[in-house]
Every structure is written in structure tokens, then in C-alpha cells.
């Protein structure tokens, strides 16, 4: 790993991965466990190739680039796509992984139809209601889609993937309905699907969706529930195991 020289509100944080580390801005968006679980839910190969749309800091790429043979990972802010480049620098990575700064609603200008083995996404959950859009500030604004809506992530997948390609996605519960019918709509169909709960007997309030492209309609796997935490608040022993802590953790 090389040095990294930290700038204000900047704080070095430990992946307990390979021996990496990643730089989080605490005045911007920092990554949380949705981007871990969606970094460990598809089953990578050596030889695929893997888009991430709308990469942040570069958590997920950092995770799992020993698994693929390179990842290109998009970004609209210049202010993360220049710290994620940074992380993969600090990391040695620039032979895995490729930070691009732009915008995948425009993916069509960015690269060639089809490319892609493996297409991932942590996209805005919420959509913006009418009105409030002024009453949303900072962080959150991370999580509605001003920039992006369910459409345009999925329009943007299936014009990355080739045929037989597979996209995952961490998203809301709530909006399960409208992904399916966005996934149907693109020549995509659901294969696996797994919610995430706080804990055991609590509703979930993530999930974590994987669709093929061309696949035929139906056969849908639904694992089962991941659950987080156990009753006193601990890290469940999956949850333990995704982050690759030890019992003296």
C-alpha cells in the first residue's frame, strides 16, 4: 500500500481486505454495509469483466478485485470520482481497476454496447416527491434520486451487459414491485434475491437482487433472509464473516 497524505475531514479506514485501507471524507458520503453485501452477493470469475455504476468512494471495486479480471467504476461527483482514484493509487490497484468520472444516464458515450460480464449498483433508493427536494440536505441527498432515477440505473445495466450478463443491485424492500417490472422491461429477469434484516423477527429494510439478461421469465431464488444483528446488538456470525472478523474482534 502507498502512503496516502490526507486531506481535511479526511479519515483512513481499515477494509480488512487484502491488506487494504480506503479514505472516507466525513463531510461527503462514506460507504455502509449495503455496498459490503452487495460487493460479496454475486458469484465473481476470473474473467469477467465489471461495471459499477456510481462508485463513491471505490468500496465495492476495492472488495472484490481480486475475483474479476478488471472493473471499471463510473462516477458523477468530481469530488468522490477523484477520491476513489485515490483509493485504488493508494491500494496499487490501477491494474484492476478504472475510475471514470461521468454520468450513466449517458453510458452510450462511454463505452461500446455490451461489454460487460457483471454489472453492479448501489443506486438512490427514494424518489424525490414533489416539493421536497429543497427539505433534503447533505447526506441525504445521497439517497433520493436527484441525479438518477430506478430507470435510468437499469436503462444504463442492460446497455453495459451482454447477453447472458448479470446485474445486481442492493435496494429498498418497498420498491420491489417497480424494480421487477424495470427489470422485465429491459430484457432482465430476477434469478436471485435475498432480503437483509436488522434483526431475527424485524422486517427487512434491504435487499439484494441479481437478474440476468435474456434469461427466461420465472425460477426466481429467493435465499434466505442475512440478518444483521444478533438480539444485544453484536454482529451476526454471517455478517462477522463478510467483514472478516475474528472472534476477538
Same mark, same amino acid.
Given at each position: ?9 479526511? %479519515? ?7 491488506? %487494504?485501507?480506503?479514505?472516507?471524507? *466525513? ?15 454475486? %458469484?465473481?470469475? %476470473? ?7 456510481? *462508485? ?51 453510458? !452510450? ?16 433508493? !427514494? ?64 434469478? !436471485? ?42 454482529? *451476526?456470525?454471517?455478517? !462477522? ?9
Amino acid at each position: 500500500m502507498r502512503e496516502p497524505e490526507l486531506k481535511p475531514h479526511e %479519515r483512513l479506514d481499515d477494509l480488512m481486505k487484502s491488506g %487494504r485501507h480506503i479514505i472516507q471524507n *466525513t463531510q461527503e458520503f462514506c460507504f455502509s454495509l449495503d455496498a459490503v453485501l452487495l460487493a460479496h452477493f454475486p %458469484r465473481f470469475h %476470473r474473467r469477467q469483466y465489471v461495471l459499477e455504476l456510481g *462508485t463513491g468512494t471505490g468500496v465495492i471495486p476495492l472488495i472484490m478485485a481480486d475475483e474479476v479480471t478488471h472493473v471499471e467504476a463510473v462516477e458523477l461527483s468530481p469530488v468522490m470520482a477523484e477520491l476513489a482514484s485515490r483509493n485504488v493509487w493508494m491500494n496499487e490497484l490501477e491494474h484492476k481497476i478504472t475510475v471514470r468520472e461521468g454520468d450513466y444516464r449517458a453510458i !452510450r458515450g462511454m463505452y461500446p454496447a455490451e461489454t460487460f460480464d457483471v454489472v453492479l449498483a448501489n443506486p438512490p433508493y !427514494r424518489p424525490v416527491a414533489h416539493g421536497q427536494a429543497n427539505r433534503i440536505q447533505g447526506v441525504a441527498r445521497a439517497r433520493h434520486e436527484f441525479t438518477a432515477t430506478l430507470d435510468d440505473v437499469v436503462t444504463a445495466a442492460r446497455y453495459a451487459l451482454k447477453f447472458g450478463g448479470r446485474f445486481a443491485m442492493v435496494h429498498l424492500p418497498e420498491r420491489l414491485g417497480e424494480i421487477l417490472v424495470a427489470l422485465h422491461e429491459h430484457q432482465m429477469e430476477a434469478k !436471485r434475491l435475498q432480503m437483509v434484516q436488522p434483526k431475527a423477527g424485524k422486517a427487512p429494510n434491504m435487499m439484494l437482487v441479481e437478474a440476468v439478461v435474456g434469461a427466461a421469465p420465472g425460477g426466481l431464488k429467493v435465499l434466505p433472509p442475512l440478518i444483521v444483528h444478533e438480539e444485544d446488538g453484536s454482529y *451476526t456470525e454471517a455478517i !462477522r464473516k463478510i467483514y472478516g472478523l475474528t472472534e476477538r474482534d
